[in-house]
């Protein structure tokens, strides 16, 4: 069983910068991908970005291309997203996912992941 814990969500003005973590584990954690999804209220939960856990290619999603940053560290099985410049349109909870059989061509549809995280709220207003 694989268990996901996000953390580092907060309240912060627009312009800020947030950095979220992902804690994975499981006796068999092994992921394709590894990737980090948002819902804001009444709206569908959204790609934000991916990486694949063995390469290391990310992928963004364009709102937040230059201005958010995934990375992994293999040997603690942690996820991270860097979030600088933050607007009132990165407002919602942010979510983070594994899969350890995912394709590239599904990485970027939440519905394709089978481990998922509770959310860590992320709320940018001034």
């Known amino acids: 069983q694989v268990q996901l814990v996000e953390s580092g969500g907060g309240f912060v003005q627009p312009g800020d910068s947030l950095r979220l973590s992902c804690a994975a584990s499981?006796?068999?954690?092994?992921?394709?991908?590894m990737g980090w999804f948002r819902q804001a209220p009444g709206k569908e939960r959204e790609f934000v970005a991916v990486i694949r856990w063995s390469a290391g290619n990310t992928y963004y999603a364009d709102s937040v291309k230059g201005r958010f940053t995934i990375s992994r560290d293999k040997s603690k099985n942690t996820l991270t997203l860097q979030m600088n410049t933050l607007t009132p349109e990165d407002t919602g909870v942010y979510y983070c996912?594994?899969?350890?059989?995912?394709?590239?061509?599904?990485?970027?549809?939440?519905?394709?992941?089978?481990?998922w995280g509770q959310g860590t709220q992320v709320t940018v207003s001034s």
């Open positions: 499981g006796r068999t954690f092994s992921p394709r991908a």
């Open positions: 996912a594994a899969d350890p059989s995912i394709i590239l061509s599904s990485m970027f549809e939440p519905r394709h992941y089978r481990y």
